[in-house]
């Protein structure tokens, strides 16, 4: 479909490839004019000496124009009109110029000028013209020629036949290129028609003053140019639709999305820029059905809020339920400790072993519900630091005190490296103790009697380094990509009964609120190395000297 506010371009027939063929054979009709006068003048006489050398110079740029069949373009022929100037310069020198008998080829550049076309070429024949009347001015004045009005006469008369068929010729080219520029036209708007969206052109007012293209169902055409685009715009958004106008006025893409006002149910998408023109600014602008879009984005919206909604109520749940978890099995510890201590009496042996494993399972599964319900926080980008300045030698030596007792009972010997000076840094304490426990509980878990596991802490630069090793199991380089990750477990089963899969995810997770980074190396069979980088040190600094400030000695330039 296609609608203008102008009438649609009449077809018209295709234009010649070029126009050298027909000025090629005007310069040789012109030549042979010239060579038959020249040699008729002078073997029926009258036609003899300087006036014969006359008529024939102007043979030469007749048979110069042959060339453009050859090669063609600007230079050549501005080389060719003055190739022409010269010829006429010549012959008015010779004849006595426009009082002598070949006072009519004085006009012959203006001639050639129009059959090249152009501008330039005209005012260069005219330019010659002028030239070759002073000069023959100059040589009536020196040597008046011979008095022979039958010769004038001819000469006019080839002159005005020339300049004639030069007229024609430029009026062909230049029927010739409004043809081919109407085709080009036709052409375009014929492309422009096929496309399966609308384009309009506008002006900045929003009236339309051209659509080419298929419109969308909720937006007809016809209306458009009785009323305006803005007009068949749904009221709340015109102003997103005049925002986009005011962005593309200053040259940038605006863009907006609106509901026709005559089917709301539906939206339009819109993309427009500014087109300089003539006769003034204008903007072009594409306009394509985005409802099945807006549908989609407005399902993902819909998506995302139920997903949201899911997510807290899933945050809200498991806060409830470790509320109500929490209490029953703080009294399971409380009274199974009192069982296993004996602190009312002793009880059978029985007994107490009983109490031992039920206090071993509830602390069990009070640190399970406690490490699920920071993943979740995690998970929910609800988990907030809480950053404070300590001592890390004093947090990893508390988590290395509550995993001792466990190193003790199974034969594993615990050992730390721990520098001399504080190693000051500002991090959340709760996360950074949670990050020793859960890799000296894993080391712990995975490292056979006689085993040993060294916990490493160094501050190099801005980075805090915490490395805990053991010379347990190992891990396979195939599990080592898949840990981290919440509820992941490597070995074999008897070993993954050991945990849930969410100690090393809480260490990942807590590194990187933290911007820092966890790294893991290991050798099936051999052990493992557990590296946590955090950029968290405060780098000390020297303290002043006493009495005043500190002095900083620079070095000198030149040696001086």
């Not at 009258?46 to 024939?56: A, H, Q």
């Not at 498991?318 to 978890?325: G, T």
């Amino acid at each position: 479909m296609i609608q203008s506010a102008r009438p649609d371009p009449k077809p018209l027939p295709d234009a010649p490839a070029s126009d050298r063929p027909s000025l090629a054979a005007w310069h040789a009709g012109w030549a042979v004019a010239a060579a038959l006068l020249a040699l008729g003048g002078r073997w029926i006489g009258g036609i003899d000496g300087p006036l014969f050398y006359g008529v024939l110079a102007m043979v030469v740029p007749g048979l110069s124009g042959l060339g453009l069949l050859r090669r063609d373009g600007p230079d050549e022929r501005m080389v060719l009109l003055a190739i022409w100037g010269l010829a006429v310069l010549l012959a008015a020198a010779l004849s006595g110029g426009l009082t002598g008998p070949l006072s009519g080829f004085v006009f012959l550049p203006l001639a050639a000028g129009i059959a090249l076309g152009g501008p330039r070429p005209v005012q260069a024949g005219a330019f010659a013209v002028g030239v070759a009347a002073l000069a023959g001015m100059l040589s009536a004045w020196v040597n008046p020629g011979p008095h022979l009005p039958a010769l004038a006469a001819i000469s006019a008369l080839l002159t005005a036949a020339a300049a004639a068929l030069a007229v024609r010729l430029s009026w062909r080219q230049r029927e010739a290129r409004l043809t081919a520029a109407e085709a080009e036209t036709a052409r375009v708007e014929t492309l422009l028609a096929a496309q399966p969206g609308l384009t309009l052109v506008l002006e900045p007012s929003g009236r339309v003053l051209a659509a080419y293209g298929a419109p969308p169902v909720s937006l007809p055409v016809d209306p458009l140019f009785e009323s305006g685009l803005v007009a068949a715009v749904h009221a709340p958004d015109r102003p997103r639709l005049l925002d986009a106008i005011d962005r593309a006025m200053k040259g940038h893409d605006g863009a907006a999305l609106f509901a026709p006002r005559m089917a709301l149910d539906r939206r339009v998408q819109l993309i427009m820029r500014r087109l300089d023109d003539p006769s003034g600014p204008r903007l072009i602008a594409q306009v394509f059905d985005a409802t099945a879009q807006y549908a989609r984005e407005l399902g993902l919206e819909i998506a995302r809020a139920e997903a949201e909604t899911r997510e807290a109520g899933k945050t809200r749940f498991l806060a409830n339920m470790s509320h109500e978890l929490r209490t029953p099995l703080n009294a399971v510890l409380g009274f199974s400790d009192i069982m296993r201590q004996r602190i009312f009496g002793p009880l059978p042996d029985r007994y107490g072993e009983y109490a031992e494993n039920i206090h071993q399972a509830g602390g069990h599964l009070l640190d399970l519900i406690n490490d699920v319900l920071d993943v979740t926080k995690i998970e929910a980008e609800r988990y907030a630091l809480t950053l404070e300045r300590f001592d890390a030698r004093e947090v990893v030596s508390a988590a290395m005190a509550l995993v001792r007792v466990n190193a003790d009972d199974k034969g594993v010997t615990l050992s730390s490296v721990l520098p001399a000076d504080p190693v000051e840094v500002s991090a959340d304490k709760r996360a950074l103790k949670q990050i020793a426990l859960n890799l000296l509980s894993n080391a712990v878990k995975f490292t056979p009697r006689g085993g040993a596991i060294t916990v490493t802490v160094e501050a190099i630069g801005p980075y805090l380094e915490v490395v805990v090793a053991d010379t347990g199991v190992g891990i396979a380089p195939e599990d080592v990509r898949r840990l981290g990750r919440p509820f992941e477990q490597a070995g074999e089963m008897e070993q993954r009964r050991q945990g849930t899969g969410l100690g090393l995810s809480l260490v990942r997770a807590f590194a990187e609120l933290h911007g820092g980074r966890m790294s893991i190396d290991s050798t099936l069979g051999e052990g493992t190395a557990v590296t946590v980088r955090l950029p968290v040190a405060l780098i000390a600094r020297a303290p002043a000297p006493e009495g005043g400030a500190e002095i900083i000695q620079m070095p000198m330039k030149g040696g001086g």
